[in-house]
């Protein structure tokens, strides 16, 4: 049996914790490693629990959300954030995807579409909510030259076919769908993703399609 994906609860309010914690515990194939009521706590908590995903909220007193992932996603081998919040402003959704979270979700969504979420994330796919999508193309109309030029100029140093992953991570493929449509093998799309990611100092591939769709 495979081991099950180990998640953190971050929240600074015990009974949405324990919500989670009561949601969550009896699927199968995760398992509640630990909780953390304030952002400053996580680094701890990681390490004491070895945990593969992070359900991170992002107003809390102390260390925020948004800090605590940008640090987390920093270190070496750092789980995997999905932020699961109330807050979903155009400011709130952009940093925290470009702090490394690799989803963003409402505190309402349903909790089969939270199960999906701690799944997809856990095998390296972000997952959004819908009203989270649109707010990525309303900045992606509202860019300015100045940051599509940036964004190309560093997708300059890409190599042709680590390019073409790219614009298919960009697109929203998973890696079999984008190794189907570039006949490549998903061994070999996953190798030019971490190839992607080390070139532009990134951390996951929504960071990737975030730069590719700024590019555009």
């Known amino acids: 049996m495979p081991e099950p ?24 194939g995760i398992e509640i490693a630990g909780e953390a009521a304030d952002g400053a706590a996580v680094p701890a ?17 102390g260390t925020d959300g948004l800090t605590a992932t940008r640090l987390l996603r920093a270190a070496d ?22 702090a490394g979270a690799g989803g963003f ?10 199960v999906t979420a701690i799944r997809r994330v856990a095998a390296g796919e972000p997952m959004l909510s819908p009203s989270v999508t649109r707010k990525l193309i309303t900045h992606v109309t509202g860019r300015d ?14 190599t042709d076919s680590e ?19 570039l006949y490549m093998s998903v061994t070999t799309v996953k190798t030019y993703v971490s190839r992607i990611m ?7 591939r929504v960071q990737i399609a975030l730069l590719v769709h700024d590019a555009e």
């Open 163 to 181: 390019r073409r992953v790219a614009e298919a991570v960009g697109r929203g493929l998973s890696n079999a769908e984008a190794a189907a449509e």
């Open 45 to 61: 908590a990681v390490s004491a629990t070895r945990a593969d995903v992070v359900l991170m909220d992002i107003r809390m007193p």
């Open 198 to 204: 080390r070139k532009l100092d990134l951390n996951n």
């Open 5 to 28: 994906i180990r998640v953190l609860l971050v929240d600074d309010e015990w009974l949405v914790r324990a919500g989670l914690a009561t949601m969550l515990g009896g699927v199968e």
């Open 105 to 114: 979700l409402l505190k309402d969504t349903p909790p089969a579409e939270i």
């Open 145 to 158: 030259h100045q940051t599509r030029t940036g964004a190309r100029t560093r997708l300059a140093c890409l």
């Open 77 to 98: 081998g750092a789980p995997e954030v999905i932020v699961l919040t109330t807050f979903d402003t155009d400011e709130h959704v952009l940093r925290a995807l470009r």
